[in-house]
């Protein structure tokens, strides 16, 4: 018996042992959890969820597919970009500073600079649309989300602005309770993820397109590995990291998933054309119910919120970096003025211009996709001539036939740029 009382005991110290290293190793991830998640789901902005909802409502289920392989690449770029932050400590402007020389360091900040105050705009427009289906006036709900935003990254510190941007995502579940409300023909869409269709039309291109760009933005890049920079992470949290990023990636492309289905299945069925994420809802709660419709537009304000966060920061961090003053979020405004001020810039200009009577943000929103899919590829393209740079990666220097995954995507990136540009000319 007493023996029995020994292995009993020994065998009660292992379950404990197990236990406290799985609460162990919780803790390590839960430390570095963060980049992945913030960066990847801030790319299902008002511009994603608009591409989303559009890919539903025209083509139905069939062009799904589109997603699996933008998720793909972002899992691949994203797991890149922190990689890059984590092992050289640097910003993505400073390294394509350093390695491909000021005129392409400035000249690639200088686009994203312009891209990010349009896209800025666009997520201000998604906020006052959204709030304008519970009937908040823009100008109401406008400045009041642009002085959040602001006494957010002022006074929150990095800790307590991190923990706000994950409470935030949360919000993205109210697209999947949407996509269950519709009842989508479940069948139809598995095949449609996995099976490639695409239809040869100027319109499809467009829309593969735009669910390529608005899912791998340029800013979100630039945004992985400042942030990775500045929550001070070292290469031994790479593995970690990467549980992150794939994540975040992954819940990403599950959230575009079942916008998509949403507007497949209510609106693609009965022939209802939309023109951005604001009628999608609006067109939503008739044919699927009113909690459909609202959990829709609940998801677009926290949508646009996060992002509209998210896309001044990355701003802030770029310019900084270029400049060769980098900057945290712990810095107080002294401390950093550039830092603070550039966030304050695109921040009052992308609000400004949703207020603005009388302005159509049509022309800016369009231009600012177009030029966000240009520097696309030059930045996919810098970020992979760095992680196959021994001198800035050491160790950590992507292998061959990981390098030439990015290139597939950098390749198939082109080749959507290039047949809609051929297909808007002939048409």
Known sequence: ????????????????????????????????????????????????????SVLGASYGYTLLWVLTVSTVALILFQDLGARIGVVTGQGLAGLIRQ???????????A?????????????????????????????????????????????????????????????????????????????????????????????????????????????GLAFIQSYAVDKKLSPHHLRLLRIDVVTGAVLTGVIGFFVVVACAARLHARGVSITDASSAAAALEPLAGRLAGALFGVGLVGAALLAASILPLSTAYAVSDISGRPAALDDTWREAPLFYGSFAVVTVVGAGLVLLPGVSLVPILVGTQVLNAVLLLPLLAYMSGIARDRN????????????????????????????????????
């Open 1 to 52: 018996m007493e023996g029995l009382g020994l292995v009993s005991a020994g065998v009660d110290r292992v379950g404990i042992g197990r236990r406290r290293l799985v609460l162990m190793q919780l803790a390590a991830l839960g430390a570095v959890v963060g980049p992945g998640l913030i960066a990847g789901l801030s790319d299902d902005d008002p511009a994603g969820i608009t591409t989303y």
């Open 99 to 109: 390695r491909y020389g000021a005129r392409a360091g400035v000249t690639s900040i």
């Open 111 to 219: 686009a994203l600079f312009l891209a990010n105050v349009g896209t800025s705009a666009a997520e201000f427009a998604g906020i006052a649309a959204g709030c304008q289906i519970f009937h908040i006036p823009r100008y109401v709900s406008v400045p009041v989300t642009a002085v959040l935003v602001s006494v957010l990254v002022l006074r929150g510190g990095f800790r307590g602005i991190e923990r706000v941007l994950l409470a935030l995502s949360a919000v993205f579940l109210a697209y999947v309770g949407a996509g269950i409300l519709a009842q989508p023909d479940w069948g139809a869409a598995a095949r449609g993820l996995v099976v490639p269709n695409l239809p040869m039309t100027r319109d499809a291109i467009y829309i593969c397109t735009a669910t390529l760009g608005t899912t791998l933005a340029p800013w």
């Open 392 to 427: 800035l990666m050491g160790a950590f220097v992507a292998p061959r036939a990981v390098a030439a995954s990015y290139w597939v995507v950098i390749v198939l990136v082109a080749a959507c740029i290039i047949a809609m540009l051929a297909l808007t000319v002939g048409g």
